[in-house]
């Protein structure tokens, strides 16, 4: 009963929203025409469709992974993010994103060199340096590649990036894969040097590979 009456509220309000009808005609809806009728009828089923296609991404840390490469003088590295907030939501059956949250401390980022993650420490400023990134869209290119965008923050910048992904889903798992290149210089940050000798390239890549059960 609940179920259906949020449903009759959702109905509701899209009527309202979509100019169908006026707010002071819901009251009387006994009183519909039988094109009335049709038309809350067919906005219902859509609706109904619009709810059931709706679905969030239960995610297993376990088997994702987010994961920054690297190049610098004479060797290449790669950090993960041990720890992280995460948020994915779509349409269940195109498996199109419609909001992707994510939320680190740069300290969670590992690079399997204590003394390397220390410093990049103290190259962000120091304390517990955060990041960010809030997804905007995405679309279907000319090639039929799938491709999003959103609002990647460091260093308290913000900037706008795009790269290509792809959604998967393997029985009950949906798996995202995509990476991002950036270059960190248009973060506010210098290029990072050490002795003289070592320099690591402005140009990283970002890779993810999200996985979870649709609920």
Request: charged share 20%.
């Amino acid at each position: 009963m609940r179920e259906q009456n949020m449903r009759s509220l959702y109905i509701k309000k899209f009527l309202i929203k979509h100019g169908i009808v006026g707010s002071a005609f819901l009251p009387t809806m006994k009183t519909m025409t039988m094109n009335q009728r049709t038309i809350t009828t067919f906005c219902g089923i859509l609706c109904s469709a619009t709810l059931s296609q709706a679905a969030t991404l239960d995610l297993d840390k376990e088997r994702s992974r987010i994961q920054v490469d690297a190049k610098a003088t004479g060797h290449n590295f790669t950090g993960t993010l041990s720890d992280y907030k995460a948020s994915v939501a779509g349409e269940a059956g195109s498996l199109k994103p419609s909001a992707f949250t994510l939320s680190w401390n740069f300290t969670d980022l590992k690079t399997d060199d204590v003394k390397r993650d220390a410093e990049m420490i103290k190259w962000l400023g120091g304390g517990t340096p955060k990041g960010s990134f809030k997804f905007v869209k995405s679309w279907t290119d000319k090639s039929g590649n799938e491709q999003g965008m959103g609002n990647l923050t460091i260093n308290g910048v913000s900037k706008v990036v795009s790269f290509p992904f792809t959604a998967k889903k393997d029985g009950e798992w949906v798996s995202i894969d995509g990476k991002v290149t950036m270059d960190y210089q248009n973060f506010s940050l210098p290029i990072i040097r050490a002795m003289a000798v070592m320099t690591v390239e402005p140009q990283l890549v970002v890779r993810f590979h999200m996985v979870g059960k649709v609920k």
